[in-house]
């Protein structure tokens, strides 16, 4: 019992000892020193687009992130030279804010950046910064000097402006400004002040006087100041006009002289056009024309004409004088509307019959009937051959003329269809022709076989087609308007049957006819507005 | 609450009476009774949770405001003195009365390069009650169990004061005040070991007391200048650890 109360006795008295020692309330505790404030703190500051090369007018963004900060912050004061002119109170380190700059006098001034600890006693309660940053920064409220744009140039599809920056320092941004009618509108904005391009990919390149008109306003946020202005355009308009324009019969390009002999609906005149330097037009009037030969050679082309003592002429192109070849008096039948000039001096002439002619004598040499009399027909000459191929009534015929007869080699029929403006391309020994409403076909001139057939889009509708070496030039009708254009011209290709697209032309309005000229990369197009347009296919590139 | 102290009063009333009557009963034993004036000092604990909680809450306020401010002390069990006089009604009870006097006291002070900040509270209790007990052993025992029913009052007196000293701004210094000043009832139950040494009268004691809780309301002052800070309340619960050592003399 007494071992008992011995042990309880200990027991009480350590814990009393205990109780003594460790929790009295005699003393007060010892004082706790915060000593973090006078510790050098770290952490770096990021301006952005602030550029201490750039002045600044207006209204101007401060935008800059903290990083590496060894403490985390209660507020973020900023400070312009002495004036504080935002607190932040938050623990964000990405800081984004607008100042007017009018407010504070031109020149140089001092942004600086007080970091203010969340966690530094009197330090934190009284905004004690414990981190500091700054950055100099130029106030210009003057007037910015306007660019000056030098030109412009066709990139792709579209206008690639270039302008002598503004030599002002404190341009806020260019605003890139268009006009297509009257007033002007902005369709860009610009911030890097030592851009010098612009490329309008909203711009078709569109054949047109005057597609659009641009300016550049430099603009410092507060005032603005405008360039010059510049008109973009492509194409030379050519104001010529074709009294027919869709039959071969009716209409020739003489390529090496720049011409055009045109024949109008009424027989009443022969137009000859020069558009290479501007219109010359040279009308022989009152000869009862009726259709022109589908060829021509030695500046001379045929003629067919509605009296019978004159049934065939020759006009010649250097001097556009007439002759009558009188061997041919009454002797072309009156619906004789179309006319070709083979190899050898001979003529094939399709009227109600087809008829081959020697040219020097007028004999007749041999004649074939044809197979309905409606549409006058298209020639198809293979260079260097006596083949050719006439589409007519919706019969294609492959021909030959070898010595003094005519051969049908081969009628097919193309009910409903029909095959127009139809041309050999030797480059893949290939007829071509379009194929209403959308196709362009491609036959075999041995076989007359269809080899492919092409349609760009279902709702591009080829009108008119040119060879030139190994590129194909299609004039197309849009029948849904892309970028407010009616009408494109698309360069192929044909190297393979892929027709790649290699680029692309859009007009106003539908495509008529195209002509090539003499000169090299240049093109005529014909719309139905009656417009002409002469591109300069190299321009832009 | 208010059921608690009636029932606790209750039982105290119950088990006077009954220790009464066994005082009745064995009347030759009574006059062996003698009369005991008791000084004891010792150390106790007081749970005060309100008070620590109110305490905690003021030193968030300046955490939030950005002050690394740590509490250095919180309302440490202390010194407590202890006055008694009781006479045995039997072998198993005595009655008495009982003064007692406690403190404590809670810090957070704070220091940085520009200023003092000092969050001090300071917490007294004097009591004035009368206690039945009820002995569980042999009061002849040197080791006394017993069961001690108090009832009195209590005297609460409590300051929390927030005191700023920054000597480069003056104007920023300050001195709060919240206090709490009451006398309010009380009830206690200890659960009491008390072992008494060879020595006349010397005796050490232990025990846990469990006390009711009583709601007290705050006054403010701001410089010394009353404000009002609006209705603040705390429940004040002395429960406890009590050891104390002393002298018990029989006249």
């Known amino acids: 019992m007494s071992e008992r109360f011995l042990k309880l006795k200990t027991i009480i008295i350590l814990f009393t000892t205990f109780l003594i020692l460790n929790s009295c309330d005699l003393t007060e505790p010892d004082r706790f020193y915060n000593s973090a404030p006078e510790k050098q703190q770290n952490g770096t500051i990021e301006f952005s687009e602030l550029d201490e090369s750039k002045h600044y007018a207006g209204f101007l963004r401060i935008k800059f992130s903290l990083s590496d900060l060894s403490f985390s912050t209660s507020a973020i004061k900023i400070y312009i030279d002495e004036q504080l002119v935002r607190t932040f109170k938050s623990s964000k380190n990405i800081i984004e804010f607008d100042i007017n700059t009018a407010t504070f006098p031109d020149g140089l001034h001092n942004i600086n950046i007080s970091v203010i600890s969340d966690d530094m006693g009197y330090f934190t309660l009284l905004g004690v910064p414990v981190l500091e940053f700054s950055k100099q920064i130029y106030f210009d409220q003057s007037t910015p000097e306007p660019v000056f744009i030098t030109g412009y140039e066709w990139n792709g599809n579209h206008p690639l402006l270039h302008w002598n920056i503004s030599n002002s320092l404190n341009v806020k941004y260019y605003f890139v400004e268009r006009s297509t009618g009257g007033y002007y509108s902005r369709i860009d904005t610009i911030y890097d002040f030592k851009v010098d391009t612009y490329l309008d990919t909203l711009q078709i390149k569109a054949v047109g006087e005057n597609l659009a008109e641009y300016r550049i306003t430099t603009s410092n946020g507060e005032q603005i100041s405008n360039s010059n202005t510049v008109k973009i355009k492509y194409g030379v308009r050519l104001f010529l006009h074709l009294f027919q324009d869709f039959s071969r019969n009716l209409c020739m390009n003489i390529e090496n002289k720049n011409q055009l002999v045109n024949l109008a609906t009424d027989s009443s005149q022969l137009n000859i056009i020069e558009y290479n330097n501007g219109p010359i037009k040279h009308t022989i009037a009152g000869n009862n024309f009726r259709a022109l030969s589908q060829n021509y050679d030695n500046d001379n082309i045929l003629l067919i004409c509605n009296t019978p003592e004159d049934n065939l002429k020759k006009l010649n192109l250097n001097n556009y004088t007439l002759t009558t070849l009188s ?172 027709m790649q697209s290699l680029e692309k032309w859009y007009f106003k309005k539908p495509i008529r006819r195209l002509f090539f000229p003499e000169e090299a990369n240049r093109l005529i197009v014909f719309c139905s507005d009656e417009s002409v347009w002469l591109l300069d296919l190299m321009e832009g590139k | 609450m208010k059921i608690v102290q009636i029932i606790f009063v209750i039982t105290l009333l119950v088990l006077f009476t009954y220790n009464c009557s066994i005082a009745q009963d064995s009347s030759k034993v009574v006059n062996n009774y003698p009369f005991y004036i008791g000084l004891a000092s010792g150390l106790t604990t007081l749970t005060l949770t309100d008070v620590n909680k109110l305490f905690d809450d003021v030193v968030m306020v300046y955490k939030q405001a950005g002050f690394p401010i740590k509490i250095q002390r919180q309302n440490p069990g202390n010194i407590i003195f202890h006055l008694s006089a009781s006479k045995d009604l039997s072998d198993v009870s005595t009655l008495g009365f009982r003064l007692q006097h406690t403190w404590t006291s809670s810090y957070a002070l704070y220091s940085d390069a520009i200023g003092d900040l000092d969050l001090i509270s300071k917490l007294s209790v004097s009591k004035f009650d009368v206690y039945y007990q009820l002995n569980l052993t042999d009061r002849f025992e040197p080791l006394l169990a017993s069961l001690q029913f108090y009832s009195g009052f209590l005297s609460f007196n409590y300051n929390l004061t927030t005191e700023s000293n920054v000597p480069l701004l003056p104007e920023l210094n300050s001195k709060s005040r919240l206090y709490f000043n009451k006398i309010i009832p009380c009830f206690e139950l200890l659960v009491f070991f008390k072992y008494k040494f060879g020595i006349v009268g010397l005796s050490t004691s232990a025990g846990f007391r469990i006390a009711s809780t009583s709601k007290v309301y705050a006054h403010s002052s701001q410089d010394d200048i009353p404000y009002d800070e609006g209705e603040i309340d705390l429940d004040v619960n002395l429960t406890g650890l009590v050891c104390l050592v002393g002298l018990e003399i029989a006249l």
């Open chain 1, 327 to 498: 061997q041919f008096a009454n002797k072309l039948y009156y619906q004789s509307n179309s006319l070709i000039k083979l190899k050898n001096n001979r003529i094939f002439v399709l009227g109600s019959e087809f008829q081959l002619y020697d040219l020097d004598s007028g004999e007749l040499l041999d004649s074939k009937s044809r197979i309905g009399h409606g549409y006058p027909g298209e020639f198809c000459l293979v260079p260097d051959s006596t083949i050719f191929f006439v589409y007519s009534d919706y019969y294609i015929y492959k021909i030959s003329c070898e010595g003094d007869s005519i051969y049908f080699l081969k009628t097919i029929f193309t009910p409903n269809v029909g095959i127009r403006n139809q041309k050999y391309i030797p480059y893949i020994n290939k007829i071509a022709g379009i194929i209403p409403p959308n196709l362009i076909g491609f036959y075999d001139p041995s076989t007359f076989e269809k080899s492919f057939e092409y349609a760009e889009d279902t709702y591009f509708y080829p009108s008119h087609f040119l060879l030139k070496n190994n590129f194909l030039y299609v004039g197309y009708t849009l029948s849904y308007q892309t970028n407010n254009m009616e009408g494109i011209v698309i360069k192929y290709d044909i190297s393979s049957i892929s």
